[in-house]
């Protein structure tokens, strides 16, 4: 059996962070960038403190934006993808059009949804899903193409019907290409919720970061910002707890790979 990976394989990244903070530190600290365009991690860490309690509160908002535009983009992958996989002929009409809405850039989008829906969730909620669906589909598109033609040929000629090869094989097999998606569309669903506050909104941590920005009060713009990548790094962890849930045979895939 192979040995688990050492305490040193963990070592890199520590490192890395680590240099990162000593370069920030002594940038800020020996005067080599004005205090008020780079404050200390020192003092950051003291506006997170201080600010913690607003922060909660705007999370809560831009929190709620994120789930319902995650979970509209969701549904609006799972339903698309599963068509176009199914269907040839609204795949080629379709992916184009996928790829194409890609390149139109997130800020040009936002104030056109804020003029056409006005200030209230809605334009939000549109957004991000507008901006994380993209990368769901295309993975389960992946994972639906990677199936095993041998053992669908297989379950046709045991007499499977179309619904049961999609629900026992193809699906299970899109599985592990959903949720590498998810972990990459939940991210978006944080910066894509920020990025709608930004251009209009009463509540949430784009908005926060707004006005701490026109107040020239760089520690508190630096500490939202930590703020939003370490809720962002919680439910990246979250997706890879629920993709051990939904797939615990990966878990025995890899204790035989090492064995």
Known sequence: ???????????????????VLAIWLIASEGGLVPEFMLPSPA???????????TLLANASVT????ALGLGIGIAVALVLATLMHRVRALYRAFYPLLVVTQTIPTVAIAPLLVLWMGF??????????????FPIAVSLLEGYASTDKAAADLLRSMGASRWQIFRHLEFPTALSYFFSGLRVSVSYAVVGA?????????????????????????????????????????LMALVTLLRRLAMPWEAYEKIERND
């Open 63 to 66: 929190l709620q934006e994120a």
């Open 194 to 234: 920020v990025i709608s506050e930004w251009l209009g909104g009463f509540e949430g941590l784009g908005v926060y970061m707004t006005r701490v920005r026109k107040a020239y009060a760089f520690d508190r713009m630096f500490a939202v910002i930590l703020f939003i990548v370490v809720v962002s790094l919680l």
């Open 120 to 133: 209230g969730m809605a334009p939000k909620v549109t957004l991000v899903a507008l901006t994380t669906f």
């Open 43 to 53: 003092q950051v860490g003291a506006a997170l403190v201080s600010e913690f309690p």
């Open 1 to 19: 059996m192979k040995r688990s990976p050492s305490i040193t394989s963990k070592l890199p990244p520590v490192l890395g962070l680590a240099a």
